[in-house]
């Protein structure tokens, strides 16, 4: 009987895009664009009791006075939070120099592109250790007078406040951060932001039996599992990773293409045929081998 339910659970989700507006809100994901102001934590609450849901999450802290790209998990979808510990994030930050603008402050910024050693701030939820951190890009916008526009691309976790301070004392005028606006968490970016104000619309609508602009700003939560490597399995499978087996590799259907280069304890996502999202779990084995355990299990989601 429990093997029977555990398939049902499975089959109630269904396919992404043909969800009620009940399921979607019970498994979904806003893009939303954080106003300056309230912290992420007070974002998320009023995202959950506007979705009337019993939880929500958001993905990755931003400050008060930090806007932009902050997904919010609703309901069920929070299970999926730990995938934006391991993404890249976007910044585009103003660099207030405490001097006129050295001419070489361009080279100055490349130096830091790479890997770059960190300690946490005082203010700051983990251990003041000092760590490294990887700054993927890190370029010049605009100049003007004392500011300087740049945009970061880096690893999750990376102090942008300490970030400008080192930089400033590396340009020789000493620097640090002023206005902060994140413009992509993996795999969101602010080509698609959706405001507090259409959130609240898009609500509005659906309790007048419009759904179409909820669908417009709530995605299945499948979304924010776009940039992970991605295993398709068979239902049967899925059956018996909802009573918390592991995915071995006879119930593989199919595999993207990126988890051929993926590496030995990558995190990885699971789906049905019909792309319903099943689990996350690390990549302990070969999805092609004809027997074994390939994906060892993290967080079930049926």
Same mark, same amino acid.
């Given at each position: ?47 959950? +009791? $506007?979705? &009337?849901?019993?939880?929500? =999450?958001?993905? %990755?802290?931003?400050? /008060? ?5 902050? *997904? ?125 104000? +259409? $959130?609240? &619309?898009?609500?509005?609508? =659906?309790?007048? %039996?419009?759904?179409? /602009? ?5 995605? *299945? ?82």
């Amino acid at each position: 009987m429990a093997e029977q339910g555990a398939l049902t659970m499975a089959e109630l989700r269904g396919p992404p895009g043909e969800r009620s507006v009940e399921e979607l809100l019970s498994f979904g994901v806003v893009n939303l664009d954080k106003p300056p102001g309230p912290s992420a934590h007070q974002v998320s609450a009023w995202a959950r +009791d $506007l979705a &009337d849901v019993d939880r929500a =999450a958001h993905a %990755g802290t931003l400050d /008060p006075k930090v806007t932009g790209c902050l *997904p919010i998990l609703l309901g069920d979808a929070t299970r999926l939070a730990q995938v934006f510990l391991e993404g890249t994030k976007e910044y585009v930050a103003v660099l207030e120099l405490h001097g006129p603008a050295p001419a070489d402050l361009e080279a100055v910024l490349a130096e830091f592109e790479g890997e770059i050693y960190q300690k946490p701030p005082r203010k700051s939820a983990v251990a003041r250790r000092l760590r490294t951190r990887t700054i993927h890009e890190l370029d010049l916008l605009e100049v003007r007078d004392r500011q300087a526009l740049v945009r970061i691309r880096c690893e999750s976790g990376t102090y942008v406040r300490k970030l400008c301070h080192d930089l400033g004392l590396a340009a020789g005028t000493g620097a640090h951060m002023g206005a902060l606006r994140r413009t992509a968490t993996d795999p969101f970016d602010d080509s698609d932001l959706v405001s507090t104000a +259409d $959130l609240t &619309d898009a609500m509005a609508f =659906a309790r007048e %039996g419009d759904e179409a /602009p909820l669908r417009e700003v709530v995605a *299945p939560a499948e979304r924010a599992l776009r940039h992970l490597p991605g295993l398709t399995i068979a239902f049967s499978a899925a059956e018996q990773v909802a009573e918390g087996a592991p995915v071995y590799a006879p119930g593989i259907v199919d595999a993207d293409e990126s988890v051929a280069s993926a590496q030995t304890d990558a995190l990885v996502a699971c789906f049905t045929p019909d792309g319903a999202a099943v689990c996350l779990g690390r990549l302990v084995g070969d999805p092609t081998a004809d027997a074994g355990e390939v994906v060892s299990l993290e967080r079930v989601l049926v």
